[in-house]
C-alpha cells in the first residue's frame, strides 16, 4: 500500500469528481424538479448523495490534516470502496455531459409547456440516474462509516 497521502489524495479525486457531477446533476434537474415526481425523486437522491461525499471529504481531510494514519484495515476497505465508485461517477459524468448539450428553450413561457417541451430524459433515465446514486450513496456510506471508527 503507498502513503497515507497517496491513498488519500486518490479518495479526494474520485470524492471531488463525485461533488462535481453531484452538483452539475442537481443544477440541471433542479429547474425542472417542480415539473414531475421523478425528477424531484432524483434532485432528492442527488442532494443526499452530494451530502455524503461532503462528509467523506470532512473525514479524508480531517485525517490527513492530523496526521492519523488511512493504512489501517479499516481505512483501506473505504479506500477500495470508494475507488470502485469512481467508475459509476463517471457514468453519471457521461449523463451531466449530455444534459448540458441539451439545448434549452427560453421563450417558452407557460408552466405546462416547458414541462412538455424541456422534460429532460424519459422516465427510464431518470430510474437509472436514482439506481446509480443509491448504489453509490450504500458505498459511500458505508466508507463514511469505516473512516469514523
Given at each position: 500500500m503507498?502513503?497515507?497521502?497517496?491513498?488519500?489524495?486518490?479518495?479526494?479525486g474520485?470524492?471531488?469528481?463525485?461533488?462535481?457531477?453531484?452538483?452539475?446533476?442537481?443544477?440541471?434537474?433542479?429547474?425542472?424538479?417542480?415539473f414531475?415526481?421523478?425528477?424531484?425523486?432524483?434532485?432528492?437522491?442527488?442532494?443526499?448523495l452530494?451530502?455524503?461525499l461532503?462528509?467523506?471529504?470532512?473525514?479524508?481531510?480531517?485525517?490527513?490534516?492530523?496526521?492519523a494514519?488511512?493504512?489501517?484495515?479499516?481505512?483501506?476497505?473505504?479506500?477500495?470502496?470508494?475507488?470502485?465508485?469512481?467508475?459509476?461517477l463517471k457514468?453519471?459524468?457521461?449523463?451531466?455531459k449530455?444534459?448540458?448539450?441539451?439545448?434549452?428553450?427560453?421563450?417558452?413561457?407557460?408552466?405546462?409547456?416547458?414541462?412538455?417541451?424541456?422534460?429532460?430524459?424519459r422516465?427510464?433515465?431518470?430510474?437509472?440516474?436514482?439506481?446509480?446514486?443509491?448504489w453509490?450513496?450504500g458505498?459511500?456510506?458505508?466508507?463514511?462509516?469505516?473512516?469514523?471508527?
Amino acid at each position: 500500500m503507498g502513503d497515507p497521502f497517496s491513498v488519500a489524495g486518490s479518495a479526494v479525486g474520485v470524492i471531488s469528481l463525485g461533488l462535481s457531477v453531484c452538483q452539475g446533476l442537481i443544477t440541471y434537474y433542479g429547474q425542472y424538479k417542480s415539473f414531475h415526481k421523478d425528477i424531484h425523486d432524483a434532485t432528492s437522491h442527488l442532494d443526499n448523495l452530494d451530502c455524503i461525499l461532503k462528509a467523506l471529504m470532512n473525514t479524508i481531510k480531517q485525517s490527513e490534516l492530523q496526521n492519523a494514519s488511512l493504512t489501517t484495515e479499516p481505512a483501506r476497505i473505504a479506500k477500495d470502496t470508494i475507488d470502485k465508485c469512481n467508475q459509476k461517477l463517471k457514468e453519471l459524468e457521461e449523463m451531466l455531459k449530455k444534459c448540458k448539450d441539451t439545448p434549452i428553450a427560453t421563450n417558452l413561457t407557460s408552466k405546462f409547456s416547458k414541462s412538455r417541451a424541456l422534460y429532460p430524459f424519459r422516465r427510464d433515465t431518470l430510474l437509472a440516474l436514482r439506481e446509480s446514486v443509491g448504489w453509490l450513496q450504500g458505498n459511500l456510506e458505508n466508507s463514511l462509516s469505516l473512516l469514523n471508527l
